[in-house]
C-alpha cells in the first residue's frame, strides 16, 4: 500500500540516494550509518503525526500481546521522562529510544524521516557525549528539512493536526490512550507531545535572544 507516509519516506530515501551518488562526489567519504548502528538512538526524535500513527498500528498490528504490554509499560516509564528532562539531560543520561531492540531498530522500515535523514562520516563521534559532537552532514539534513516541510503542508491539506510531535510521549498517547484514534478522526490526539515540542522550540528560541 502506498501511503502517504511510504511516499515521503521513499521520496527521502531516493534523494538521499541521489546525494551520495551526485553531490557529494567531493567528499572524500561514505556514510557511516548503516543499519544494526544505533549512536544516534538516545536523541530526541520529532516526527510528523501520520509517522507516529503508522508506527503505533505496526506495534500493534506485529506485537505479540506480552511484548506490546512491555513495550506499553517502557514507552510510559520513559514518556514521564521526556516530559520532565530537557534534551542535553535526556542525552546525558543516555535514555535509549524505546523502539531500539537488541541495538536494532525495531521499526526500521517505517523508521522517521528524523532518522532516516542523520547521515553521519563517523559513528564513533555520534557516541560523543552531545548532541552536537557528532558529523551529522547538512546535505542530507537540508534534504530532510524539505521532506519534513511537504509531508507537514499535505497533512495540514487532508485537514489533519500537522503539528510535529515527539517520537514517545506520541507512543504513549497512541499506545496507552487513544490518542491515534482521535488524530485519525481529525481531532487533536498528541497534546502532551506536540507540547514538547513547542517547549524545545521556545528554549531554543530563548537561547539565541
Ligand atoms: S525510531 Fe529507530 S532509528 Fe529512530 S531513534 Fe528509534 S530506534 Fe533509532
Redesign the pocket.
Known amino acids: 500500500m502506498n501511503s502517504p507516509v511510504t511516499r515521503w519516506h521513499k521520496k527521502l530515501d531516493v534523494q538521499l540516494a541521489d546525494f551520495w551518488a551526485n553531490e557529494a562526489v567531493l567528499i572524500p567519504a561514505t556514510p557511516d550509518c548503516k543499519k544494526g548502528c ?1 549512536a544516534c ?1 538516545n ?1 530526541r ?1 520529532f516526527l510528523n503525526p501520520a509517522e507516529l500513527v503508522t508506527i503505533a498500528a505496526f506495534l500493534m498490528r506485529t506485537l505479540k500481546r506480552g511484548a506490546l504490554e512491555r513495550m506499553k509499560r517502557r514507552v510510559a516509564r520513559l514518556a514521564k521522562l521526556v516530559e520532565v528532562e530537557n534534551i542535553e539531560e535526556w542525552w546525558r543520561n543516555e535514555r535509549p ?1 524505546p ?2 531492540v537488541a541495538n536494532d ?1 525495531s ?2 522500515s517505517i ?2 524521516i528524523a ?1 532516516r535523514g542523520r547521515h553521519s562520516l563517523d559513528a564513533k563521534t555520534c557516541e560523543l557525549d552531545s548532541p552536537e559532537g557528532s558529523k551529522c552532514l547538512t546535505g542530507p539534513q537540508l534534504i530532510e528539512a524539505k521532506i519534513v516541510t511537504e509531508a507537514m503542508s499535505e497533512t495540514e491539506a487532508a485537514g489533519a493536526d500537522s503539528r510535529p510531535v515527539e ?1 514517545i510521549v506520541g507512543l504513549d498517547e497512541a499506545l496507552n490512550g487513544n490518542g491515534a484514534a482521535v488524530w485519525v478522526s481529525r481531532g487533536r490526539g498528541f497534546p502532551r507531545a506536540t507540547k514538547v515540542v513547542d517547549d524545545e522550540i521556545d528554549s531554543r528560541i530563548k537561547e539565541t535572544t
Open positions: 544505533s538512538c536523541e526524535v529510544c523502539l531500539l531498530c521499526v526500521y523508521r522517521p532518522c517520537l
